[in-house]
């Protein structure tokens, strides 16, 4: 659908805790955007937000939905209330990014769905990995067919929480709310996996309580068989001491690349070794989810704003999403 461009497109931010501060900081580098207002169940937290930011702060999401100055909302809220809260702004006439996991089930997710197809506006499930340059070009060497036939594909996300980080938050940690390892930490590793190699089957799998006292899964273990016909094993935790950053193997007939975060370590085809960048300093996730940078994510969001501007094709869509939510859900097995 191609829309008449306007001279900015106005966004709203619900939810003011860290992740937001991210997205407001990758729309400030947007010249064609700008955010509008943000709201937060504490208003009081809304308001520092707000100020933080030269922004309104809306009393409600209630209210934030009905001011037609906002033209598309960041739903940053905790994980258990993404679905509803889309469909609450598809339905009020708003295209949605939506930060991951864009539903806590593979039904809700779909509910989403239908909710935008039916309203005509665009939902974006944010996956900025994707916009990695490496990313990109991994991915592309396995649809060109640079690996032959792939053997192996196989995910290590061992990250560390302290406990702080749970007991200190009202909603981490819980069944309803975060849903545990893969689908608050390990969901961009699991969203990769589909990205680059495609389609998985859960052969086998588990989930454990490890280290955390919390309801969800602090550690899930996974043997996935691929539709390309590769084998992989998956790993995630947050009891690994002191965190380490996420690595991805591809194991192909012709060559493999190693990866990690979101960078290339080595990249061999045929027996000979390929560029990949300097050596890779941690981003620091691992241990601290406010290390995460803001730029990826302005070039998924610059991404978005051109797409309700009919300018390019959306990159990530809410299938896209649902996608790794089934994965998750096979491997949990709905039992956490």
């Known amino acids: 659908m191609i829309n008449e461009k306007k001279s900015f497109i106005g966004f709203g931010i619900v939810g003011c805790g860290m992740i937001a501060d991210i997205h407001a900081q990758a729309l400030a580098s947007l010249s064609d955007v ?61 295209h949605v990014a939506l930060e991951k996991p864009m539903a806590m089930t593979v039904n809700e997710a779909d509910s989403v769905i239908e909710t935008a197809e039916k309203s005509g506006k665009l939902l974006t499930v944010i996956s900025q990995i994707r916009f990695s340059p490496d990313v990109i070009r991994l991915k592309n060497a396995v649809q060109n067919g640079s690996f032959g036939r792939i053997h192996f594909c196989n995910l290590y996300m061992k990250y560390w929480r302290e406990e702080s980080y749970y007991s200190g938050s009202r909603w981490k940690g819980s069944r309803m709310l975060d849903g545990g390892v893969l689908m608050n930490q390990g969901i961009h590793g699991v969203d990769l996996l589909h990205h680059i190699i495609g389609d998985a089957t859960v052969i086998g799998s588990a989930t454990d309580h490890i280290y955390h006292k919390i309801e969800a899964p602090d550690t899930a273990l996974a043997i996935l068989r691929y539709a390309c016909g590769a084998l992989g094993t998956l790993e995630a935790t947050t009891a690994a001491f002191p965190g380490f950053d996420l690595k991805l193997e591809i194991i192909g007939e012709k060559g493999y690349a190693l990866f990690s975060e979101d960078r290339l370590t080595s990249f061999v085809i045929e027996g000979k070794e390929q560029p990949v960048g300097a050596e890779i300093k941690s981003s620091g996730t691992a241990s601290d989810p406010k290390a995460v940078g803001w730029k990826k994510h302005a070039l998924q969001l610059k991404n978005f704003a051109d797409a309700i501007n009919g300018i390019c094709p959306l990159a990530v869509c809410g299938e896209d999403g649902r996608a790794a939510v089934s994965l998750i859900s096979d491997i949990y097995q709905e039992k956490m």
């Open 34 to 94: 700008r955010l509008i207002g943000v709201t937060d169940i504490n208003f009081t937290n809304a308001k520092a937000f707000a100020e933080k930011h030269g922004v309104f702060a809306y009393e409600s999401y209630k209210e934030m939905l009905s001011d037609e100055k906002i033209d598309a909302v960041c739903i940053c809220t905790p994980s258990g209330y993404h679905a509803e809260q889309a469909k609450s702004a598809l339905l009020a006439g708003k």
